[in-house]
């Protein structure tokens, strides 16, 4: 499957932004989703997951409170919804999917999109 996220952004802190990842080549149903994102000079951390259905959601504890991630699975999209943003959310923004797993860790999953920037200004 292919993955493309849009939505990065220059915003200020307080602001929202909904990031999308946009997929395509299989049955998007198929697949559990998750955000992850990656700051300069650190690792990939997991932000948040949905299942298949998108009954089922989970969050990092930096994400729960401030971000929504959904799914529409007619559209072959997942969204993260992202509110009340701060400078320490700055980082590349990435989508992946992962047809057996639904998890936060990034090893699981078997394809990744290309990113998108988001960057919080004090």
């Known amino acids: 499957v292919q993955l493309q996220a849009s939505g990065g952004g220059l915003v200020q802190a307080g602001d929202s932004l909904r990031l999308s990842c946009a997929a395509s080549?299989?049955?998007?149903?198929?697949?559990?989703m998750g955000w992850f994102r990656q700051a300069p000079g650190k690792k990939r951390d997991f932000v948040a997951s949905?299942?298949?259905?998108?009954?089922?959601?989970g969050y990092a504890d930096s994400a729960k409170g401030r971000f929504t991630i959904s799914r529409d699975n007619a559209e072959n999209t997942v969204y993260l919804q992202m509110n009340s943003l701060k400078p320490e959310d700055t980082a590349v923004y990435y989508c992946?999917?992962?047809?057996?797993?639904?998890?936060?860790?990034?090893?699981?999953?078997?394809?990744w999109g290309q990113g998108t920037q988001v960057t919080v200004s004090s």
């Open positions: 992946a999917a992962s047809q057996k797993y639904y998890s936060g860790y990034a090893m699981r999953y078997d394809y």
């Open positions: 080549g299989r049955t998007f149903s198929d697949y559990h």
């Open positions: 949905i299942n298949r259905s998108g009954g089922s959601t």
